[in-house]
């Protein structure tokens, strides 16, 4: 006859074997994943929101990754200087976090240079094989991959909607900032396509706003008729001040980026960045998982978008072409 203290011995050792992996999935679920965001731009504030930034987080989010639960970002913002990236990017390698995000070329590269096992995620770096960012789109190899720009391609186009939306255009500026690796081969792309219209093209390099304030005098001295913003983390986080003094200098604008429309600028021509920092969420997750950054292929854009500011038009005596108003994917009133 068994007794009931026997009984429950056994019956306990029954149980362990369901016991243990229900125990290390509980463990598993609490587990805090602590990453890295090596940031360019400034911190988002509730009063100065950065999109893209709690665009990344909502990524997170809709995959249950949540900050102060299970989930601590170590962020890095560099404000705008480039010069702080190498510093930060070391700073972040010590902590030993699990992944890094980040964005742009100068950033990405920063971190390669700073670590070459801890993975890194990267969204919005133009042409990352042509810039030495990655060896292949379709496996990246290393400790590298993430989600790639198309600012070259569409850099033709933005002078083309310049042209159409001003059909006497002569003389473009371009706005660069040649501590970006990748705005030579946006400058070389808008001067091929000019060349061929006979549009006369101005580089300005501004790499602070002091400097985006002076480069804009210099189109003006210049005898610029419009301004082409190259895709540019810095300039994300100056696109208020930008699109402002394009419309004070009475110069039409062409930025890549939605959001630059939406603070004031004329058009802009590309992808929905917003969504691809969401979608580099689900980047760091396959990693957390287990993936091999190396193994994961890069995303590159399929949709580009055009988005026009009427007020902007209006506010510098432009009437939109119908031509424009039917390709447009939004017109902001």
């Known amino acids: ?96 976090v699990e992944i890094i995000a980040t964005h742009s070329p100068p950033a990405t590269q920063a971190l390669q240079r700073a670590t070459s096992t801890i993975p890194i995620v990267f969204v919005a770096v133009n042409d990352p094989v042509g810039s030495g960012v990655v060896a292949n789109l379709a496996r990246p190899g290393g400790n590298v991959t993430g989600l790639s720009l198309m600012a070259v391609d569409v850099s033709p186009k933005h002078l083309e909607l310049l042209k159409t939306m001003m059909p006497r255009l002569s003389r473009v500026a371009v706005l660069v900032n040649f501590g ?67 419309v004070k200098n009475r110069m039409p604008s062409m930025f890549s980026y939605r959001e630059g429309v939406e603070a004031g600028g004329l058009m802009s021509y590309g992808q929905d960045l917003a969504d691809f920092y969401r979608r580099a969420a689900t980047y760091v997750d396959k990693i957390l998982k287990g993936a091999k950054p190396g193994e994961l292929p890069i995303e590159q854009p399929t949709r580009i978008h055009l988005a026009i500011n009427r007020k902007t038009a209006t506010a510098l005596g432009l009437t939109i072409p119908q031509e424009l108003l039917l390709r447009a994917d939004e017109v902001i009133e």
């Not at 989930?71 to 972040?92: C, M, S, T, V």
């Not at 081969?185 to 060349?195: E, F, G, M, T, W």
């Not at 790499?207 to 994300?236: K, L, N, Q, W, Y």
């Open 1 to 96: 006859m068994t007794s009931r203290r026997e009984f429950l011995i056994a019956s306990g050792a029954g149980l362990c074997p369901l016991a243990a992996p229900l125990a290390s999935f509980a463990q598993q679920e609490s587990k805090v994943r602590r990453i890295g965001f090596l940031a360019v731009r400034s911190r988002s504030t509730p009063s100065n929101p950065d999109v893209f930034y709690n665009a990344f987080t909502q990524g997170m989010r809709e995959l249950g990754y949540v900050e102060g639960k299970n989930l601590l970002i170590e962020w890095r913002f560099a404000d705008g200087k480039y010069e702080r990236l190498p510093g930060l990017a070391a700073e972040l390698v010590r902590m030993q």
């Open 180 to 246: 970006n690796a990748g705005h030579p081969a946006i400058l070389k792309s808008v001067q091929a396509a000019a060349q061929q219209v006979g549009i006369k093209v101005l580089p300005v390099d501004a790499r602070a706003p002091d400097e985006i304030e002076r480069g804009f005098a210099t189109m003006t001295r210049e005898r610029a008729e419009a301004v082409i913003v190259a895709g540019d983390a810095f300039f994300v986080g100056q696109q208020r001040q930008i699109a402002e003094l394009a």
